[in-house]
């Protein structure tokens, strides 16, 4: 007689190609106790992502090298439990923080501005190794930077009045994602050409997942800087601004389809 396959050897063989809750198995109709202790972890971290907050001295010590002159601002939303009830008010700076804005203003090409957004622990791990691969390659467009921007209880639409007020021609935002079952850590950018109050994500172009388990930093650093030296080149941003970088990656032999940075539902 030949024994019956191992199925936990099977699952086990099969989930370590991919983060993804997949083939979890089971005991009679139920999730086996292990499973169903995993899923209660990644459903307690990705509720520490939520709501923890970030940590701005830190994150200041890691991009200081970077960017000497740092401002910090806040949304209208005052606390969390306002901010995840009024997404509204996440988009809006505070009338200390615009006024402040405006006074350090000074036309840069680039504002990077860092939003806690959903996942603060996403940009405290994420937003310094990224800039440390982005930095260096926009220092060769000899582009101008302004102070960075770290803003708390923040939207994605916040960095367009923020960048109005800096008075710079593109902004970068780097900011936390809404965190799944497998990932609680995962990072956003965002690219917004000649930014203003009043702009959709149609005017963006995004980059998503960057993180050690997602898109490395290096490959992501490689598309922001071709999204922000063809943006600035083309004057525009958004659905008319595609990134490229895919197809030169395939080469010449290769499907030359070119994938659009969709705009994910507006934050």
């Not at 593109?170 to 965002?190: C, F, K, N, Q």
Request: glycine content about 8%; charged content about 20%; proline content about 6%.
């Amino acid at each position: 007689m030949t024994e019956a396959p191992d199925n936990s050897d099977l699952w086990h063989r099969l989930r370590r190609h991919t983060p993804a809750r997949i083939a979890l198995g089971r005991t009679g109709v139920s999730l086996s106790t292990a499973r169903h202790l995993e899923f209660q972890s990644a459903h307690a971290l990705a509720r520490m992502a939520v709501h923890s907050a970030l940590d701005i001295a830190a994150l200041r010590d890691d991009i200081d090298r970077y960017f000497p002159a740092t401002l910090v601002v806040q949304s209208q939303a005052p606390d969390r439990t306002t901010y995840l009830h009024r997404p509204d008010l996440g988009r809006r700076p505070t009338a200390e923080a615009a006024a402040q804005l405006a006074t350090d203003g000074d036309g840069a090409d680039v504002a990077v501005v860092v939003c806690d957004g959903l996942s603060a622990y996403a940009v405290q791990h994420n937003a310094a190794p990224f800039l440390a691969q982005l930095l260096p390659r926009l220092a060769t467009e000899g582009l101008r930077l302004a102070p960075l921007v770290i803003a708390t209880q923040a939207r994605v639409a916040l960095a367009d009045p923020v960048g109005a007020a800096l008075g710079a021609r593109l902004t970068l935002v780097l900011i936390g994602e809404r965190p799944g079952l497998t990932a609680a850590d995962s990072m956003g950018l965002y690219l917004t050409f000649a930014p203003k109050t009043g702009l959709t994500d149609a005017d963006r172009n995004c980059i998503s997942n960057i993180r050690p388990g997602g898109l490395r930093y290096e490959e992501a650093a490689y598309r922001a800087h071709f999204l922000v030296s063809q943006s600035l080149q083309r004057g525009f941003s958004g659905v008319g601004l595609k990134d490229e970088t895919a197809a030169e990656a395939a080469g010449p032999l290769q499907d030359h389809r070119v994938y659009l940075d969709r705009p994910a539902t507006r934050r």
